[in-house]
């Protein structure tokens, strides 16, 4: 059915929302070619060059110890990048070769388990000419961390293909993603973007990969239906059919069993190709001789002692490499020695087994690997089960990223120290400014989560886990921005003089001030406290600036504002200051007015920025203005640049400080215009649209709804509603999309249901 309204360029709702999820997919990196893609001052992570280095690996690997999330946008260059890589230089079977006086190490399934294949890297050493690496699939799924292991996999193999070399396991498709961990981890971290990326990388991934020629490593195991190495080679690459989960016993094998669904609609693989892919990927290794179908699996088959030297006889080789099944040591030969099981996960589920690997090595006998387990990993960030772990600890390189990681992390301490000294506050029970270390951390984390106990030695010296009390006013205060000359002074008078002035109009005592802002009459001030009063004062300072002021009439340090303390700050206080900083706060609005009449900020921040060079200048300010009829003078236009960056020597600003500064006027502007009215008639204009399309309307919910949890997030919605804009009398912005999911959430639990939908557009669910 053609959507009416739409001029025959849009076939039915189902098709505009699919395109626009291939579209975004294949847009979301379309971002500069540079290594710095992020110019967020508060990103701590590590920067991905288009072309990774050995660097950016290890780089990669100390953001993920000390657990940093990398950015967005370099985990959609990292995708992305693999996939062409893949699809361009990596064929469905691959060859390798054990590097002369060097070594090649087999890896099998890793499962999300990070600290498992760091210890392999600490044991092993990193790829590279002389150390060549197979990872024989099944990366991701079960584990917390797959998306980590993949990015770091994938960048290894971009920064040196000829030393890492990736097998597709069962576990690399959609529908088994769906089902386990992998999905719904990628959509904790990130969003559904990235994980549509991560599969159309999957999708590119080669089954086999030979070792001189003689070794074949695969995920499963063999089929049934004879194929050469050659016609698997041709295959092209799809997207794996689906399997169902079935649950029926079976004598050898107590796992969850699987069996196969209808292939995908559009699987350019013939029925016996498929039958093919699906083995190499399913199949396992038993005791009884020919094959058995259907596999306990319920896809894939069982093949016997007498089936392994028939197929390494027809294809010349000498042994077979798989992975697959969890085995107690990490690994267990079969069919007299030829077939080499490895499961690389150590402590996999509620088993108790080892991890394992296979060396060869130029000087190997007949091509047999040594084959062991490793040791199991502390690692305590990572361990799925550390409590049975060996103390065993991961040993790095250091490397210039890891300072300044650790000069981020401070500065993100410096910019949380409002949120962190309230919630600080909130534990310390006796007002005593400090904590004991257990409840520190469970602070420090829940504002800024990051892993503390690997931190600490590195961010402070003084805070220990030793049975003394953190002082945490003493912690935070380690970490100040320095600012050159006296802006901050002259700034901190200002504020003082405008408080001093109100209690002078208004009160007319500092002692009834005090009074006042004592709200539990404990004859001292906390920071809430005096966080509240000034914020009753509305005089235009964030909550870090009360904090650092609050810090500066703190001058005994003990976290509390005594009467004698507060007396000495306020007494006598001037107000020609006030009167400059009024005329900067009046400046300022004049310059929003400007700037609102383009309603994006991002947008005029852009124009305004002549040179590109991702900060504009008092020069580029005023050239604006100037444009606009508005002349400001420049001493106050360089007060409003001090003032938005905290230092009085700066001659420009960058967008973060920018969109600080003048998007609470926006707000402010926003929410006087009758906005409900503007979102009321919106609604009404997409219930039109819905009820024109009633016969799709609970198919356009479901593909809204991705997951099938019955609740859509604003990303979902944002796809969604993307496809009803080309209907619609007035298309929706990013940004007012996001402000409709909240009206929409009546609950206010950050999800929209199926009820909320459609009471929202005044729909019946019929």
């Known amino acids: 059915m053609q959507s009416s309204g739409a001029g025959g360029k849009l076939a039915t709702l189902e098709e505009r929302y699919n395109q626009l999820r291939k579209d975004r997919m294949h847009t979301a990196v379309e971002k500069e070619e540079s290594a710095v893609l992020v110019s967020d001052p508060t990103y701590m992570g590590p920067h991905v060059p288009q072309v990774p280095t050995y660097e950016t690996v290890m780089a990669l690997i100390k953001a993920f110890q000390m657990g940093v999330k990398l950015h967005v946008d370099y985990v959609v260059r990292i995708l992305n990048n693999m996939h062409d890589q893949l699809k361009q230089f990596c064929g469905t079977v691959m060859r390798t070769r054990v590097p002369k006086d060097g070594k090649l190490i087999v890896v099998g399934d890793t499962h999300g388990q990070l600290a498992d294949v760091l210890t392999i890297f600490q044991l092993h050493g990193f790829p590279s000419e002389t150390n060549v690496f197979v990872f024989n699939g099944d990366f991701v799924d079960r584990g917390p961390q797959g998306l980590e292991i993949i990015l770091l996999l994938f960048t290894m193999h971009m920064a040196s293909p000829s030393t890492l070399f990736l097998n597709r396991g069962n576990h690399e498709q959609r529908y088994m993603n769906e089902r386990y961990s992998f999905e719904k981890e990628v959509r904790e971290k990130y969003n559904p973007t990235v994980f549509d990326l991560a599969q159309r990388a999957f999708k590119y991934l080669p089954l086999i990969t030979l070792i001189n020629d003689r070794v074949i490593v695969v995920h499963g195991g063999l089929s049934d239906v004879d194929f050469s190495l050659d016609e698997i080679a041709k295959f092209p690459r799809i997207n794996i059919p689906h399997v169902k989960r079935k649950h029926k016993h079976h004598k050898h094998k107590k796992q969850e069993q699987q069996e196969p669904e209808q292939e995908e609609k559009r699987c350019k693989l013939n029925e016996e190709q498929q039958e093919i892919v699906k083995c190499l990927l399913w199949s396992d290794p038993v005791e009884t001789e020919g094959f058995t179908r259907p596999s306990f699996r319920g896809t894939g088959v069982e093949w016997g002692p007498d089936v392994t030297p028939e197929f390494l006889k027809g294809k010349k080789m000498d042994y077979i490499i798989r992975s697959h099944e969890v085995k107690d040591d990490g690994f267990e030969w079969d069919h007299n020695d030829k077939v080499l099981t490895l499961f690389s996960a150590s402590n996999y589920g509620s088993t108790d087994n080892k991890g394992a690997v296979a060396v060869f090595t130029d000087k190997t006998h007949n091509h047999v690997p040594d084959a062991s387990p490793f040791p199991l990993p502390e690692c ?19 490397i210039p990223f890891f300072e300044e ?58 805070v220990k886990d030793n049975g003394i009390l953190v002082n945490y006013c003493q912690f935070l205060d380690q970490y100040k921005v320095k600012v050159e000359g006296s802006f901050y002074d002259q700034w901190a008078q200002h504020v003082v003089e405008k408080i001093g002035k109100h209690i002078s109009q208004n009160i007319g005592d500092l002692e009834k001030a005090f009074q006042q802002f004592d709200l539990n009459n404990d004859h001292k001030l906390s920071l809430h406290e005096f966080t509240t009063a000034v914020r009753h004062l509305n005089i235009g300072v964030s909550e870090e600036q009360i904090y650092d002021l609050f810090r500066s009439i703190d001058t005994s340090g003990d976290g509390q504002i005594e009467y004698d303390e507060f007396f000495k700050c306020f007494k006598g206080v001037s107000t020609e200051a006030v009167v400059w900083l009024e005329r900067v706060e009046q400046s300022k609005e004049r310059v929003f007015k400007a700037l609102s009449q383009l309603d994006d900020l991002e947008a005029v921040f852009k124009s305004i920025d002549s040179n590109n060079s991702g900060s504009i200048s008092l020069r580029e300010l005023r050239e604006f203005l100037g444009k606009h009829d508005l002349q400001i003078p420049k001493e106050e236009l360089a007060g409003i640049v001090h003032m938005a960056t905290a230092d009085d020597t700066a001659k420009s600003m960058k967008l973060p400080t920018f969109l600080a500064t003048f998007r609470p006027l926006q707000l402010k502007q926003q929410e006087a215009s009758n906005e409900q009215g503007f979102y009321d008639s919106v609604r009404q204009d997409i219930s039109r649209v819905l009820q024109a399309q009633k016969l799709q309307l609970r198919r356009f919910w479901r593909q809204m709804d991705v997951d099938g949890s019955g609740e859509i997030t604003i990303d979902e919605l944002r796809i969604g509603l993307q496809a009803l804009n080309v209907l619609m009398k007035f298309p929706l912005s990013d940004e007012q999309m996001e402000k409709l999911h909240k009206t929409l959430d009546i609950n206010g639990d950050g999800k929209v249901s199926f009820e909320e939908f459609m009471t929202g557009f005044n729909l019946s669910a019929d």
């Not at 990572?382 to 390189?397: G, I, M, R, S, Y």
């Open 380 to 398: 305590c960030a990572f361990a799925v089960n550390q409590d049975k772990a060996e103390t065993k600890e991961v040993l790095l390189p250091q």
């Open 405 to 462: 990681s650790i000069k981020r992390v401070k500065r993100i301490i410096f910019m949380k120290r409002h949120a962190l000294v309230l919630d600080f506050e909130k534990v310390d029970a006796n007002t005593c400014g400090c904590l004991p270390f257990n409840d520190f951390i469970q602070v420090l984390s829940s504002v800024i989560p990051l892993k503390w106990p690997v931190l600490l030695p590195y961010i402070s010296s003084e």
